[in-house]
């Protein structure tokens, strides 16, 4: 009682008494500013690097709330739209190359239904099975193979399908037939379904089987999986082999894994213009994350001459694909100038993107930047963000 009593003889200057057994709510802090920010541009993605980032505030629980709710009502709105257009593989790549991030459930659905159309289809006419028989010495399995052509027709094609729209569990049933047959791409299939599964051995022995027919995507899907030691112990020397097998057939991927082991010095001893060579080969095909080891490699000059020009040209091209770390990087190169003209109307730019990508690192550099423009300024950079957001959708 007597603690009590003192609580009630300040409460004018405390507004409340809390007793032992009522839980202090955190107090929440006013958000309001950024989240009316967040709301007023069209895209979804930002809302969800903003709850990845606060969902575990307590301080921001009210705006995490508003901004769910905006971002579950966005969902909904695309699952109406998607829910009217025609059940094809190029639309669902579409819906899932914009929405998977934000709206993976939208996008899981759809997908099925896609599957579900692709099975209720009339089965094609298969040709009948070439005569020749296969070399004695054909890699795979131990069962004579047989030629793609024999396999042709509905059920390799719905292999290959389910593989493309990320529909894993379905594939396997497509694939195991053809894959069985000794098809190269189904086996690889099989291969990247099971590893979806996280049945890392079963992937192991799918893509063993498609590397030894010497397809190139068997061959990086084989060097992954090694240099991850998935299902297996782990074999740098080994997924090196297979990586630069692969990116010797213009897989990109495998070039860029080759270039980061080199680079490293994993499974062979380090070298940075071998890296620089490797990378250079899947930027050249537009891989973004070979594009940001470049633009790093130009910008601090490992194993080559500084070059911030050719170290801007690679950002540009990574951030401009939508690169998080690519759009930071290239802000700390216009803000910091070094080697090209300093420019904090193109550092604020690059920070906001990268921000609003799920970058977290981004934001205090961006708000110095901003404190460096005018309000028109401001307002032209933000133009330009909002353009460039909606370009990527």
């Known amino acids: 009682m007597r603690r009590l009593a003192v609580c009630f003889a300040f409460v004018s200057l405390l507004g409340a008494c809390a007793t032992p057994s009522q839980p202090v709510a955190p107090a929440q802090e006013d958000h309001s500013g950024e989240v009316k920010g967040l709301l007023a541009q069209d ?8 709850l ?40 669902a790549a579409r819906l899932r190359t ?13 997908q099925r239904q ?24 054909a890699p795979g399995p131990a069962a004579a193979i047989a030629p793609s052509g024999a396999i042709a027709g509905q059920l390799l094609d719905n292999c290959y399908l389910l593989v493309r729209i990320e529909n894993y569990q379905e594939a396997l049933d497509a694939c195991a037939k053809p ?44 060097g992954d999986l ?14 090196l082999r297979y990586f630069q097998k692969a990116g010797q057939e213009g897989v990109a991927e ?31 095909q537009g891989f973004a994350r070979a594009e940001l080891s470049l633009g790093e490699i130009y910008a601090t000059g490992t194993g080559v001459a500084p070059d911030a020009e050719q170290a801007r040209i690679w950002l540009t091209k990574a951030a401009g ?35 609003l990508n799920g970058d977290a690192a981004a934001a205090a550099p961006r708000d110095v930047a901003a404190a460096r423009l005018t309000s028109e300024q401001i307002d032209q950079a933000q133009h330009q963000i909002r353009r460039t957001m909606e370009d990527k959708r």
């Not at 629980?61 to 695309?78: F, G, Q």
């Not at 770390?325 to 993107?353: C, H, K, N, T």
Request: negative net charge.
């Open 179 to 222: 894959a069985e047959l000794g098809d190269a791409k189904a086996e690889d299939g099989m291969a990247v379904s099971f590893r979806a599964l996280r049945k890392y051995p079963d992937a192991l022995v799918w893509a063993r089987r498609a590397a030894a027919q010497n397809l190139p995507d068997g061959e990086y899907q084989l």
């Open 43 to 50: 895209n979804i993605d930002p809302l969800t690097a903003y």
């Open 226 to 239: 090694l240099h991850r030691g998935a299902g297996t112990a782990r074999d740098d020397a080994e997924a």
């Open 114 to 137: 896609v599957a579900k159309a692709v099975r209720n289809t009339p089965a094609a006419a298969a040709p009948a099975p070439e005569s020749a028989p296969p070399p004695a010495d």
């Open 52 to 91: 990845d980032q606060y969902a575990d505030d307590a301080g921001r629980a009210s705006a995490v709330a508003e901004v769910r709710t905006e971002r579950d009502k966005r969902c909904a709105a695309v699952a109406k739209l998607y829910d009217g257009r025609e059940k094809t593989p190029a639309n």
């Open 254 to 284: 495998a070039q860029y894994a080759a270039g980061s082991m080199v680079a490293r010095g994993e499974g062979t001893a380090r070298d940075d213009a071998q890296a620089r060579a490797w990378y250079a080969l899947a930027a050249d």
């Open 98 to 110: 914009a929405y998977r991030h934000s709206c993976p459930a939208v996008v899981e659905v759809f």
């Open 321 to 355: 694909q939508g690169l998080a770390q690519a759009q930071r990087e290239l802000g700390e190169l216009y803000m910091g100038g070094r080697g090209i003209p300093a420019d904090d109307y193109q550092a604020y730019v690059w920070f906001s993107l990268a921000a």
